[in-house]
């Protein structure tokens, strides 16, 4: 089984366990290379990953149950144009199944929550933030496109009351103009005006 993860290193010179560990378990077929690659039995303590994505089995990750790939580390992102919950998290995705995730950890770097930033992502490899605007650029790779994510909350207003209909365009497609008709649910002292 293959593995994707993500290590939270405080200082420089951390151990993640690479190669001999793969997410969080050891990884069984270095030790047996030829020539021997050994080592594995006295490489020390490990820093074990903060999240670790099974290739196979979404079960199998941990602590987010979720299928990962090819994980492209992004940055933290700082800036205010998302909410407050969402300042400091570090931004990451997965090539190849092309979601987008913020994670958030605490003040001892031990992971606490992950939440979809942006799904539908043809191979995200590249992260940068606009310094001007606080909005997240993402490379794609397969469509060779820049996308831009910014935060456009939606306003949930609930059911309106039935007080006016509007019908479809005629003609739809159109080259010009377009007309339609406003259906009002009773009168109005309201003048409208359309251009």
Same mark, same amino acid.
């Given at each position: 089984q293959r593995w994707e993860e993500v290590s939270?290193?405080?200082?420089?010179?951390?151990?993640?366990?690479?190669?001999?560990?793969?997410?969080p378990r050891a990884t069984?077929?270095?030790?047996?290379?030829?020539p021997?690659?050994?080592?594995?039995? @006295?490489m020390g303590a490990t820093v074990e990953p903060a999240l670790a994505f099974s290739h196979i089995w979404a079960d199998s990750s941990a602590p987010v149950h979720q299928r990962g790939n090819a994980i492209s580390p992004g940055p933290f992102y700082t800036h205010t144009q998302f909410p407050e919950a969402w300042r400091g998290r570090f931004v990451f995705g997965d090539f190849y199944r092309g979601w987008i995730?913020?994670?958030?950890?605490?003040?001892?770097?031990?992971? @606490?929550?992950?939440? @979809?930033?942006?799904?539908?992502?043809?191979?995200?490899?590249d992260y940068a933030i606009e310094p001007g605007t606080g909005w997240l650029y993402v490379a794609c790779?397969?469509?060779?496109? @820049?996308?831009?994510?910014?935060?456009?909350?939606?306003?949930?207003?609930?059911p309106a009351a039935?007080?006016?209909a509007l019908s479809p365009p005629s003609p739809n497609p159109a080259r010009g103009g377009t007309s339609f008709?406003?259906?009002?649910?009773?009168?109005?002292?309201?003048d409208w005006t359309g251009g």
């Open positions: 939270v290193a405080s200082a420089g010179g951390a151990n993640l366990g690479w190669p001999c560990r793969e997410g069984p077929f270095y030790p047996d290379l030829t021997a690659f050994g080592g594995c039995e @006295v995730e913020a994670a958030r950890f605490d003040a001892a770097d031990r992971f @606490v929550a992950s939440d @979809v930033l942006a799904t539908g992502m043809n191979g995200p490899v790779i397969i469509d060779d496109t @820049v996308r831009r994510i910014r935060w456009a909350p939606v306003a949930d207003v609930g039935p007080r006016l008709t406003l259906a009002l649910s009773g009168w109005t002292d309201n």
